[in-house]
């Protein structure tokens, strides 16, 4: 085949082809260029952004188990805690669990008992981080060292951790605690545990934000103290003062998310974060109710029976003192002493759930715990009231005195002696025992007619 050699003017063809191909190939490549400019770091940053779980936690206000008495009281409690703890582990084993301190109460005797195992429990919950609050220490700083639990007080004088960085992803995440000593309600303890001064504080956040770290700070002051008295510019997530039972919404203030956990541990608290270089790009928020539904964790299960072993046989000590108290001395007289001058409220009351209430304690074998006995019978802790059934079975249930005061001498001088809470009104009767700690639901309108005799 023979091949015809170009001409001027086909050569001329060929050449302005041949440039006009130069020409778009470089403008292809100066485009693909330009693309590369453009979205290389866009894909960067999102490649580079990471997912994590945070799980935090309010105050446990010394509650280790709930209160039973009520249905909407019934929430919470470390057993059915570590069992929502577990199943979130589950799905995540790397999330992080934090919480913001006030795990303990110092009201009676056997808070301090109670204390111990709170602490015990919280070790097998396995924590990241814990802030301190003053309740905490209640019973001194060697007693909440007694357990390995990563306590973080960033104003201490003391040797409490000052911040706790931990890692389960490549962002690393520092948790802070503020121990505000203008709220110690022990003074002068003020001087030897909380500085006043934030700058180390300050300076403590600023080296972990100049690290990318995410930066959680707890403290019990509300909002508006918080941004007035602590250094806000580099906290992430800031975790202020508890709401009562409930959490509260959580808000965007700039690039700082503000939470707001809830009392009594009834609820767990979890949030969905997307960050970027530590910074916080997106989030989402989701509250865990402990009802009853919520199983106990079976790991709990040796623990929660040793802590009612102990405190039987705490009782049972109290019991073998409270023995030697001299009965004729006792200022409590007994349902059986006010059935004979007030028979018609008598059979008002024996109709009522109030004359079986220690019984309710023995169906859920906690006729031995001092914070279930209190309500349920008279004068508990008292001089000369309820011990235990075998001592003082004319003072088991909820009686005429629990309501109205010890009546021994009313009854002895035939009423000529008035009772003890004679001119209390209904609300402050019922108040005794039927709180928000206990009856959440209560209505004295509602339950008033129930029990309601004579003027």
């Not at 086909?10 to 400019?37: D, P």
């Not at 040797?159 to 948790?175: A, M, V």
């Not at 009965?327 to 007030?342: D, L, Q, W």
């Amino acid at each position: 085949m023979l091949f015809k050699t170009p001409g001027l003017a086909e050569r001329q063809v060929i050449n302005t082809w041949s440039k006009n191909m130069t020409i778009n190939s470089i403008s292809l490549l100066k485009a693909i260029y330009f693309l590369i400019l453009v979205f290389l770091p866009m894909s960067f940053a999102y490649s580079s952004s990471e997912n994590i779980t945070l799980v935090y936690t309010g105050n446990l206000d010394g509650e280790l188990e709930p209160c039973g008495c009520s249905e909407g009281g019934n929430k919470g409690g470390l057993k059915r805690r570590a069992q929502a703890l577990d199943d979130l582990r589950k799905d995540d084993p790397d999330l992080y669990l934090i919480s913001t301190g006030g795990l303990l109460i110092s009201e009676v005797a056997q808070d301090k008992l109670k204390s111990q195992f709170i602490l015990s429990g919280m070790e097998m919950l396995a924590y990241d981080a814990i802030g301190v609050q003053w309740k905490d220490l209640s019973y001194g700083e060697k007693f909440l060292k007694t357990h390995k639990l990563p306590f973080v007080l960033s104003n201490s004088r003391t040797d409490f951790l000052k911040q706790r960085t931990i890692q389960h992803k490549p962002t690393p995440i520092t948790f802070f605690s503020w121990l505000d000593p203008t709220r110690n309600p022990q003074k002068k303890q003020t001087s030897s545990i909380a500085l006043a001064n934030p700058e180390h504080l300050e300076a403590l956040l600023a080296t972990a934000k100049a690290d990318n770290k995410l930066t959680v700070l707890a403290t019990t002051l509300p909002l508006k103290l918080a941004q007035r008295k602590l250094p806000l510019k580099n906290v992430d997530i800031l975790l202020i003062k508890a709401k009562y039972e409930r959490y509260g919404e959580p808000q965007q203030i700039g690039n700082m998310l503000v939470l707001q956990p809830g009392s009594r541990g009834m609820r767990i608290g979890k949030l969905k974060l997307k960050l970027n270089k530590g910074k916080l790009i997106h989030w989402e928020h989701n509250v865990i109710a402990l009802p009853p539904e919520v199983a106990d964790a079976p790991r709990m299960n040796a623990w929660y029976a040793a802590y009612n072993q102990a405190v039987k046989s705490d009782y049972e000590k109290r019991v073998a003192l409270a023995k030697n108290f001299d009965r004729e001395k006792s200022p409590f007289a007994g349902e059986a002493v006010c059935k004979n001058c007030h028979q018609a409220e008598y059979e008002k009351w024996s109709n009522s759930a109030h004359s079986e209430a220690f019984y309710s304690l023995q169906d859920v074998n906690k006729a031995f715990d001092p914070d279930c006995i209190q309500c349920h019978t008279v004068g508990f802790n008292k001089p000369g009231g309820f011990i235990e059934p075998t001592v003082t079975e004319n003072l088991m249930h909820v009686q005429c005195e629990n309501c109205h005061g010890p009546a021994k001498a009313h009854a002895n001088s035939a009423g000529m002696t008035p009772v003890t809470n004679l001119g209390w009104s209904k609300q402050k009767i019922c108040g005794q025992c039927h709180i928000p700690k206990h009856s959440p639901d209560f209505d004295i309108k509602a339950y008033w007619p129930q029990i309601s005799h004579g003027k």
